[in-house]
Each structure stands twice: as structure tokens, then as C-alpha cells.
């Protein structure tokens, strides 16, 4: 037998920037001026309900005419479908590997754009420019890009970190509130798993100057995906509380209901009282997350959920992958653990609770 | 302006092993046993002329039944057409993140099985199980995935190195005389570029015993990938020697006149011709390499090409990736350099000598 032991070096570290403010898109002329190599060819990915900045404000920021391709708005652009039209069009104007590719838009957006930059020519760099504030607080920043296969969400796509993201607080002021407030479900998450002073600062609504808690969500989440980019320690897998159960909560209401925040609000609730009957978590502290909800306008709960098909679509031991369950929960506001066994008279009390309203103070 | 600066540490270092010899698919089952974590399920995706092997054969080396997905042999089969139908397979089987790809047949499968594994729930392991002679001394090994687009080949992938590589020669028992032939043409490349001791055990046809032969060649490859994975050095360039004028001719051709061994070996007349108008290259050297051509049947010249779509289709300053030409020249058997520059008059010739038969010792 010839037998080759293959071993393959580690591939650089990747650093990028990240800028929150107000007007930070008008950072992009010297971000790409700062890139090596620079950038031959520049490509917009757009949502087509922002073609006023895609083919106006953007072009004027850039060193050269860019190819813009525009989609449609909606989780039905994050699938396959789109893939061949879109890869074509590059190759058609013979982006070559320098080439950069920039993402302007919400989570759709960025985490179709993301994949696509990750696969054509194997490869190129792109840069978010998030829209929504889901967007640029949590899919924006990660490197998860992909897509939705009819089976479920997010099935398919590869790692790839983008070279910049530059979140523009600017273009929040034309957000409905309705995604605003849902935005607010993955700030009020980061500060339960990661800063309570962060919590603190948000739990009685929005503050005027979002850019200190935009950006203080990133770093939180950048420095755990720092820690466990591809999810190999489990480290990654705080950044979950409260999507256990909302992902299941999305599932079985057919994504149409909730939008991604609503739906993890409810997952939040599910999961605060799971800590606290499995890690004892403060009825205060209970108290102080479900007002912090509500403050921004987030469903706690609903009479119509089916709770049997919610139980059936929760991960289970059988079901979850490397066969147990994860909850992530939490001891008290500003930290998070993994907890692998939950009693499931606990996991029945915790989903119920979505039948009823809570008692607010 | 709230600025972060990201840091991701590298991924680790990829390890993986290479089995190359008369029946080594039996090593399937220890391979399969030393994975960590262990395979939570395998799914075969196998050329469908490869059915019995699929269907039967592999099924008994494994610990338990494997999900089969059958693919048209052919180029076409190597597009986006059939993703959308392999991704929801294996999603509707519930294949997690432990699970293996095991990739039977040629290059067109394990190009397309290492693409689907690299990005199905953001890539899971595979192993390739080389059928033909080219896709072992070639694209088994590498780790560049991926599918072809309308516009061009390989424009769609990406890296994504196997967790193992089986090449059992018996497989290549019933592997037609031409495809056969073609697969030389890649190892008497490997010869020239760097080993030229492989190309003197070639140069008058095959030996019986083509495992040394074969294992060498996947060595000389793994040392350059090694080397520079993502083709950011140049070493990698090395590899496409004869790769330069064979792809153009491939492209010319519609792909339907030679297998890529036989455009290759085209290729490998072009780039011998060049290496002697440029480097230096003896005159003996040309006529050893043109020999060793001819003891494998493959094809040195076709009066009907069209030399200039030949021509237009040779990157240009223009077209080409970062803006230059490369193209790899040798100054003697056994070595290959990256050469920016070539006169047009000696291009010229190099092109119009695959209008004439050499003269053969």
C-alpha cells in the first residue's frame, strides 16, 4: 500500500472593521481604498426596495461604475433559486478573483450575498452594508452566510468573513417600526447572555443615540464568534439564547406570523423561565427581561401557538445533532451557560406560559 | 464613529491521508473507524455507470446503511441543475454536521460531491473514492471543489480538502483504453514539472504496476498544494502546466472533441514549444516529452483547430485574472517556472506547430 499523509497549513487569520454611526456608508471610498489588492471590479447586491441608494448614493461613492444586481425583498430570495442568475451575471462581466462584492440590504441580503461571494471563483471578498437593525447586529457579523433549502432554514452555505461592515444608522430612520422593535430582540438577547449594563441601558425602550448600542452588540458577538467561528467548542452557541425554542416558534407557524425577532422574543420568555427553574434565575431577573420586551413592543405570548407541534419540532435527543440538546440559558442577566439536561416537566411549564400574557409590573 | 477591529484566529490545520493501491477500498471500514467524531451517517454520491459498486460493494464496508445518490455520468452532471435536488436529499434525511460524503466516480463527481460536502449545512467530511485515472493523480486531491457554469468551467466552488482519498486501481480494470490514455497525460505533466526521474519511468508507455506511478504523482501534487492551498503564492500555478493552451483548446472545441487528458496533452506541445523559444528548453527535451505523448496515444496535433479562436481565447493582459498572462514553461525535465512575458511571435509559432504532426524520433 503507498499511503501520503497530506497536511495542509493553517490558512491566514482574518481581521476586518467594522464601523457604526450615523453615515458610516460614507466610509466606504476609503475602505476600499485601504484593500490589497484592490478591488478590479465592484458588484452591488441589492434589495430592490433600495435601488434609490443602489444606484444613486452607492455609484457615487465608487472608484468605478459597479454591476448592480437587484432582489427581490423576503425570505424567498434566501434560496437556491436565485444562485444560477446571479453567478451567471458575474461571470458574465468576468469578475475575476479581486473583484468585491457588496451586500446592501437585511439578513436576506447580506446572508445570500455572503454565500455567493463564498462560492464564486471559490471565493471573493465582500463587504456588508446592512439595512435593517437585525441585520447589522447580528447576521451582518459572523461569516454564516447561506441559504434556506425547502427543508428547513440555513441548510446550506459555507463560513466566509466579510473584508468590511459598515452599519448606517442613517438608514434605520426609514425602518418600520415593526422591524425595529424585532431588532430589538437580539440587543435585549446580548445583554441577558453578555452585559447586563447593556440590558440595563435598553430596558425601558429605545435610547435616542443608537450607535453606542449597536456597536456594543457587535462586539459582543464578534467576540464570541472570535472565540468558536465554526462552531466547534460550543462557545458559538450562546449566541442561541432564546432561538431553541423562537426557531421552532418560526417552524411551525410557517415564518409568515412572526418576524425572526418577534418569534425569539417568545423564545426569550420560553428560556428565562427555563432558568429559572433549572438554574435559578432571579424572579426579578425574570421580571426585568419580559419588561424589557415589552418595552420595545414584543410579543410575550400567544393563545393560537400549537404546543404539542412546538414540543414535536423542538430539538430532541433522537433529532438534535451529535444527539443531545442544547438549551442555552441563563443563571443571571449578563451571563449565559449550556445546559444539556432539562427536566421535562420544566421544558412543559416553560412552553405554556406562551398561552398566557404575563404579569408586568 | 464606533470602529471595531475583528480578529479571527486561523482555522486549524487539515491533516488527511491518502491510500493508493490494488483493492484500496477495503480500507474503507478502518478509515471510516479512526474518523473523529465518528460518521453519524454516510451518503454516497456515485456516477451512475458505477451503480453495482454503490448498490453493493460499499454498502458491506459500512457500519450501516448509506443514503444513495445516483448522477448521469458526464460533464453536464457538474452544473448547479442538480444541487437543489442533492441538497434536499440529504436534508430530508436529516444528515447532520457529523456526517460523511463518500464521492464515487470521476472528476465531474468528486468535484461536485466535495462541493455539496463543502457547503451543505456549511460543510461536512468527505471522502474521495476515485474511479478514474485522471481523477485520482488530479481532482481527487486538492481540495478545489466545485461545478461549471454556463459561462465557464470551475466558475462555482470551493476549497474544501477531503478527509480522505482511497484509490483502489482495480477500479481502473474496466476504465476505457482512451480514458486511460488521457489520465497519462496529467502524469507525464507531473513528470516534467517536477520529478524527472517519473517522467523516464512513463516515457515509453505504462508499466504494469502503475501504483508507485500513481501514488508519485498524487505526492508531487499534495507537496504544491501543501504548499499554497488557495493559489494566493503561485506555487499552485505550477500544476497547469500544458493547462494554459489545453483549456483554451477545450474551450474552442466545446468540450466535446477531446477529454481533458487529450486537450492537455495538446497543451503540453504548446507549452513544450514555448519553454524552448523562451527558456531554453533542449531540443531533446521536446522531442522526449512529444515521444512520451505518442507512446500514451495522445493526440499532438489537429489540423482543423482553429488557431485564431485559439488565440482569442488565451488569457491577454485584458482578461486575465490580476491582469497578467502566466504561463508555466520548463528550462529542462524536472522543473517548471512561472514565465509573465512571451513574445508574440513565439506564441504564434508554439500555437501553429498543432496544425502539424511532429517528427517523431
Redesign the interface.
Known amino acids: 500500500?503507498?499511503?501520503?499523509?497530506?497536511?495542509?497549513?493553517?490558512?491566514?487569520?482574518?481581521?476586518?472593521?467594522?464601523?457604526?454611526?450615523y453615515g458610516?456608508l460614507n466610509?466606504l471610498p476609503h475602505t476600499l481604498h485601504t484593500l490589497t489588492?484592490a478591488p478590479?471590479q465592484i458588484a452591488i447586491l441589492a434589495d430592490q426596495t433600495l435601488a434609490n441608494i443602489a444606484e444613486q448614493r452607492l455609484p457615487a461613492l465608487l472608484p468605478s461604475s459597479p454591476l448592480l444586481i437587484k432582489l427581490p425583498s423576503g425570505e424567498p430570495t434566501k434560496s437556491?433559486h436565485h444562485?444560477?442568475h446571479i453567478?451567471?451575471t458575474l461571470?458574465?462581466a468576468?469578475l475575476?478573483?479581486?473583484a468585491i462584492i457588496l451586500a446592501l440590504g437585511g439578513g436576506v441580503i447580506g446572508d445570500l450575498a455572503g454565500f455567493i461571494a463564498?462560492?464564486?471563483?471559490?471565493?471573493i471578498r465582500y463587504i456588508q452594508l446592512p439595512t435593517t437593525l437585525l441585520a447589522m447586529v447580528d447576521s451582518s457579523?459572523g461569516?454564516?452566510t447561506?441559504v434556506n433549502?425547502?427543508?428547513?432554514k440555513n441548510?446550506?452555505?459555507?463560513?466566509h468573513?466579510p473584508t468590511a461592515v459598515l452599519a448606517d444608522l442613517d438608514l434605520l430612520e426609514t425602518l418600520p417600526p415593526r422591524e425595529r422593535h424585532a431588532g430589538f430582540a437580539e440587543i435585549i438577547k446580548y445583554g441577558i447572555i453578555a452585559d447586563a449594563a447593556l440590558f440595563q441601558s435598553i430596558a425601558s425602550g429605545s435610547p435616542s443615540d443608537l450607535?453606542?448600542i449597536?456597536?456594543r452588540s457587535?462586539?459582543i458577538k464578534?467576540q464570541i464568534?472570535?472565540e468558536d467561528?465554526?462552531e466547534t467548542t460550543g462557545r458559538r452557541a450562546l449566541l442561541n439564547f432564546g432561538h431553541t425554542a423562537g426557531h421552532a416558534i418560526e417552524a411551525i407557524t410557517g415564518y409568515h406570523t412572526y418576524l425572526h425577532g418577534e418569534a425569539i422574543a417568545l423564545g426569550i420568555r420560553v428560556a428565562t423561565r427555563l432558568s429559572r427553574l433549572t438554574l435559578g434565575l432571579s424572579e426579578e431577573d425574570e421580571r426585568r427581561i419580559l419588561n424589557a420586551l415589552a418595552a420595545h413592543h414584543l410579543p410575550l405570548h400567544d393563545s393560537m401557538l400549537n404546543l404539542q407541534a412546538l414540543m414535536d419540532r423542538l430539538p430532541n435527543d433522537k433529532?438534535a445533532?451529535?444527539g443531545r440538546v442544547r438549551w442555552i440559558l441563563t443563571r443571571a442577566i449578563g451571563q449565559a451557560e449550556i445546559v444539556e439536561t432539562i427536566n421535562s416537566n420544566d421544558l412543559k411549564e416553560a412552553l405554556e406560559i406562551l398561552h398566557q400574557p404575563p404579569s408586568l409590573k
Not at 500500500?1 to 454611526?21: C, D, E, F, G, R
Not at 433549502?149 to 428547513?152: A, F, H, T, V, Y
Not at 441548510?155 to 463560513?159: A, M, P
Open positions: 500500500m503507498h499511503s501520503l499523509q497530506v497536511s495542509l497549513p493553517p490558512p491566514p487569520a482574518h481581521h476586518y472593521t467594522i464601523h457604526v454611526n458610516a466610509l489588492p478590479s437556491l444562485l444560477p453567478l451567471s461571470a458574465a468576468r475575476d478573483r479581486h463564498g462560492i464564486y471563483l471559490r471565493g457579523v461569516g454564516k447561506g433549502l425547502p427543508e428547513g441548510l446550506v452555505g459555507v463560513f468573513q450607535a453606542p449597536i456597536a457587535i462586539e464578534a464568534v472570535a467561528e465554526r433529532k445533532q451529535g
